[in-house]
């Protein structure tokens, strides 16, 4: 039996088992409210149980493994010696706020106009059940293909992966692999997949400025300091309108390597989707006026800094008039190849330190750097052909998600080239109230998925041989 | 029976009446969650009522009267022809908001180690039990003392009392008196009562900015506005870090012979209340490093503006990563004699837009003129005298208070000089949570209003003969 017979088993079986794991695995994931960060284990773990069972109903041998944080689930299933792939996905998801604007519950899989609604279809378990599909279609034919597949499901994305590198280094001959697929790629409005080649890194920071030691009557307020007026004078200092980040040093480390790789891989990118962005947004244009290829540029090869979050004194409805005793701002800052992230935290610190306020409560939610991959790398070409084949159209690579993720504990630490996949749209509402993916995606992805680790195995199998 | 006569048989009732209404009426009041701001027609229902059977069960005649708002009570009892006093009170409350910190229900009444807790035990529903117990000691005399009695309780001082003016307005009549009492006075830290001879005005704000339709992944931060950033600008633009308000002509029109009079006034008022405020509530200093007369002038006599609540975007534990879609603060500027409000709101919007927040929406809660009373007139003189019986001190007059009431209907509209009553003290939380007060307080309270009352009918009895 050829690689091409192989395949054609395989994908004979891909849209069976696609419908299968929509109800078996993303049902059962949806289920669980895995947010991490409100911070209960027992639901976590309930979250890890689940992905390894359903791993293990496939044949993985399996692990529920943690050093003191949430557990990852790391699976292994031996097919022989040609290549290893490493999966990576996460059973972890982001908090449903605003609860309000969800039309359905954010904790049951429900199905709408070929839709299909929950919190964390898009990121990330809808990307974890279309890989069961693929692999359940694939284990069959793993021996022809000689392929050793590694999966690590975290469950600590969603809040920095903050005990996935201890885990990675303190298992280092485990995380050996040719080739990975990260966790995440989307469908454009274009109908071609964009696969990005690397994930921004982060800084997480909450800043709380206290005033009074409680919320005092506003009558006070022309002798009591309101947090409220310096987190604004903060916060107005940190960037200018334009969007240029204030913080002193703060564009000086970015890697001029991954700048030029960038700059030409967007050469090949289209800017039509920008537009669109703007439209389905109801923004009139972007910060600092930018558009087109200068707009490319800003997304995906800049860092930035954004407030997350604000808040402070009375925010219910109606009026109540009190000098409040503190204000919070949730700040995420995302880093590119080249910015350390220490250096970062230290020189924004130093900065609000010299504004005034020495008194701000600088808290580190999470922390870690920028990660990518060059687009030569066997996995690489194989996800794009695979993509061709789902999709029907060539993929869009970009050298940079506009996202963050801890893809360098892969690219750096266990030297893993990574591509991408995910079952996820440009209208899948990621990290937003009605988060959706389509159906239709769905099994594309399962589809590209399973191709893209035969693709690899041939390749792989065709440079050994 | 000689005015001396009734007035010791009125005190030997007062002890008893006054613990006889804190169960009796405070409790039945604080039950009811009367916060205007929720907006709940029913409870406030519930409240007026409440207050009018404790009125009709003293023998007054009862009106609950509303004119699109919540409901106000009328009483009235008549008991000659020497004097009319109007008291006026509210039974809505602000919001019992952070919940988490109360330590114990706010709408339950809780006695702990001398002190009563619940939201609205000092501002305002205590208030109401105190003028209830008095009222009850003095009703079987008032014929002797030639007084008729009108009581006001509105619902919505906490809101801005919308439709009390218009109330005021139709039944001009029925509000001629010739002296008022007002809701609150406090007891300082120094044992003596602080009466209020005038309420700033109040202009409340809700504004609002916009970015994009809905909260976005805040991986596309470089590109999509956040609104997060804009009003802090806005905020850090209205004010300057010594506390000046930096709209255009804010302080132009306050009244001279009213500065005049607040100053002289001021000079009797001691300072070192002011150095316990700091203590008590953990501050270093004061807004623009002010202290001694200045600072007394800053909070009794200058117009202010303050951020009473702001929000924006994930305000939840932990980390999430979004460009929020919206913005919110609530503002309240606090105006004094002389300023009028509309043209105060009108600068303030005008100077948003001027600053490039043509998009800010700008929604009006509440908005109201200052009012006050010179200290000569015969109901603060009467006030005067009978706080230095109950308190065994001499009162602390101040031409104006630091927060705001709707005085100015009473003061200017209906023509009553106003002077103050009430059973808070300094640590009485007001607007926080653990609002409280002291029994002892709450028993001089109802000495101090039986006896300004009695004091009145007398003063304005000599006047007449």
Known sequence: ???????????????????????????????????????????????????????????????????????????????????????????????????????????????????????????????????????????????????????????????????LERLVVDRIEWFKADGGVWETAYVRRDGRLSISLGFKGMVYLEVRIRGALRDVHSGYSPLVPNPAWRMARLLASLKDEGGRVLIPNFYDDVDPEFLDMGEKLLEQVDVGELEALKEELGIAGFVGGVSGREALKALYLNPSLNISGLYSGYTGKGSKTIVPAEAVAKLDIRLVPGQDPKKVLDSTIRYIRTLGFEDAEIHVESMYKAGYTRPHEVIVEASIEAAEQAYGLKPHVTPMAAGSGPIYIFTDIARIPMTGAGVGYYGSRVHAPNENIRVEDFVKGVKHVALTLIEFSRRMGERRA
Chains 1, 2 share one sequence.
Do not use: C
């Open 1 to 163: 039996m050829d690689v091409e017979s192989v395949r054609r088993a395989i994908l004979d079986q891909v849209d069976r088992l696609a419908f299968k794991h929509l109800k078996h695995s993303l049902e059962t994931l949806v289920d669980i409210p895995t947010v991490s960060a409100w911070g209960d284990h027992r639901v976590m773990l309930d979250g890890a149980s689940a992905v390894a069972s359903l791993l293990k109903e496939l044949g993985f041998k399996t692990e529920v493994a943690s050093n003191g944080g949430y557990p990852a689930v790391l699976a292994e299933i031996r097919g022989g010696d040609k290549a290893t792939v490493l999966l990576y996905n996460h059973y972890d998801v982001q908090p449903p706020d605003p609860l309000e604007q969800w039309d359905s519950n954010p904790f049951k899989l429900v199905e709408r106009e070929g839709k299909l609604y929950g919190r964390g279809v898009a990121d990330n378990k809808g990307n974890i059940a279309a890989r069961l599909a693929a692999l359940e279609a694939l284990i069959p034919y793993i021996d022809r293909l000689g392929l050793n597949v590694k999966y690590v499901v975290e469950g600590e994305e969603e809040v920095g992966s903050p005990t």
